[in-house]
């Protein structure tokens, strides 16, 4: 018999990742439609290769008609709400570009240093308290950090840019934003990412920021994106806020959950700790990808049918929502042996946590790699033990698999 299963039940997500549903449907029904309270409903495709077939195919499932957001909407807010991620090639594949020199392989192992730095700093401050909150003292920070060196966001406006992405990807938790979702205030923000004011404040904080480098330009991604490069003309007014709110919110959020889920995960797995601790760094690699596998820090990301399609004998009609369930298709065990243990020496491990198969691949995997790695690594090297010590308060979203508050002992033996 089927579960319960409905996956916009946000308080469920907020308990809880819901595996179980996610098994069932892998099993039962990998095209699978899921009705909205608010909305047209959506299929949800839990199966890995689906996952990956769907996300390839920008022909048949596009972005062009909001990726990130579930909400049916209006011609008139997705104009104004368009980023590159809403966006199929060649128009996604000219903005991305733009990027391209920040984020590749090479260019972020030239940052190894400044994380590490940063991570010593951040531990340094962390670790004497011996208890304290994981998400607020240590995962939360280092991601932002590093962002707002590569972007030239000032220091002391890092606080700042936290807030605005805590309020904007949190907003199904009355504990985070005032301006719920589906709610009826959240009308008067329909023109903007996420239903959100934060996102106002956002583009307001960008152009300031823009406008300073405009005038005088420094060696960081914002004065890059304002004055252009070779083969990149400049990025300016709404094209530039959409892709600076756009990296503040992918870039920072993101990496923070992997940081703090997987420290949770590490303490519930205390032989898996100890694995990562007596690895010398060598298998640091493999721990990395079984912590982003695992904890899945973003749960999908939506397309729209172009054309009416069949999949697994289900119709799929032209203008349907399909969500691919990244989730569920990190657990599918027709690729992963026991996909429900962490294994952090796990050999093969095609996971699906930056998307994968199409053009959208999340561009910052080689930083949020090396920002874990490091996180990791120095923790490796100064904690023997870890415990989770209070009641740890996740995120209200079935988008964002996040932790506000987690409680950790960190000791040296
Ligand atoms: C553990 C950390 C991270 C996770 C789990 C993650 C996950 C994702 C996912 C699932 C996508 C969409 C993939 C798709 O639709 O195929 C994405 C896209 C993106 N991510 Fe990440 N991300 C992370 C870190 C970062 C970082 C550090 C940055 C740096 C700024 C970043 C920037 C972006 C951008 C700009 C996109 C849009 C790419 C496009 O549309 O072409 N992400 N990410």
Redesign the pocket.
């Known amino acids: 018999m089927s579960p319960p299963i409905d996956l916009t039940d946000q308080d469920e997500f907020q308990r809880r990742v819901p595996h179980d549903w996610f098994t069932w449907l892998r099993e039962n029904a990998p095209v699978h439609w899921n009705p909205e309270p608010n909305g047209r409903g959506f299929w949800a495709i839990t199966r890995h290769q689906d996952v990956v077939a769907v996300?390839r195919d920008t022909d048949t499932f596009s972005?062009e008609i909001g990726?990130s957001a579930l909400e049916d909407l209006e011609p008139d807010a997705l104009e104004a709400r368009k980023?590159?991620?809403d966006?199929d090639p060649p128009g996604?594949t000219a903005?991305?570009r733009r990027?391209t020199p920040e984020?590749t392989r090479r260019a972020v192992a030239d940052y190894e240093l400044r994380v590490r730095h940063t991570v010593h700093e951040v531990l340094d401050a962390a670790l004497p308290k011996v208890e304290f909150d994981f998400v607020h003292d240590v995962a939360a920070t280092i991601?932002i950090r590093?962002?707002c060196d590569?972007l030239g966001v000032p220091a002391g406006d890092q606080k700042l840019l936290i807030d605005l992405g805590d309020r904007m990807f949190g907003n199904t938790d009355p504990d985070i934003t005032d301006v719920l979702l589906d709610s009826e205030a959240s009308d008067r923000f329909r023109l903007l990412p996420f239903r959100s004011p934060a996102a106002a404040e956002m583009f307001e904080y960008g152009r300031w920021l823009a406008a300073q480098r405009l005038d005088a330009p420094r060696d960081d991604l914002v004065s890059h994106l304002v004055h252009g490069r070779a083969g990149a003309p400049p990025l300016r007014d709404r094209d530039f806020d959409a892709m600076f709110l756009?990296?503040?919110v992918?870039?920072?959020e993101?990496?923070r959950?992997?940081l703090a889920l997987g420290i949770q995960a590490f303490a519930e797995h205390p032989a898996a700790w100890e694995r990562v601790r007596e690895s010398g760094g060598h298998e640091l690699p493999l721990a990395v990808e079984e912590l982003?596998r695992y904890t899945?820090?973003?749960h999908h990301?939506r397309r729209t049918a172009t054309r009416d399609v069949v999949l697994h004998d289900t119709q799929i009609a032209e203008g349907d929502k399909v969500v691919?369930w990244?989730t569920a298709a990190n657990r599918d065990d027709a690729v992963f042996d026991r996909p429900d243990e962490l294994d952090v020496t796990r050999a093969s491990n095609p996971h699906?946590?930056?998307?994968?198969?199409?053009?959208?691949?999340?561009?910052?995997?080689h930083?949020?790699?090396l920002?874990?790695a490091v996180t990791l690594d120095e923790l490796r090297r100064r904690v023997g033990r870890i415990e989770v010590v209070g009641e740890p308060v996740r995120v209200r979203s079935n988008f964002t698999n996040a932790l506000r508050v987690l409680p950790v002992a960190a000791r040296n033996s």
Do not use: K, Y
């Not at 699906?352 to 995997?365: N, Q, V």
């Open positions: 996300s972005s990726a980023s590159m991620i966006m996604h903005l991305r990027l984020f991601p590093v962002l590569i756009l990296l503040v992918a870039g920072n993101t990496t959950s992997a982003l899945t820090p973003l990301f691919v990244f699906t946590s930056f998307g994968r198969g199409g053009p959208h691949r999340c561009i910052g995997e930083l949020a790699r920002e874990i």
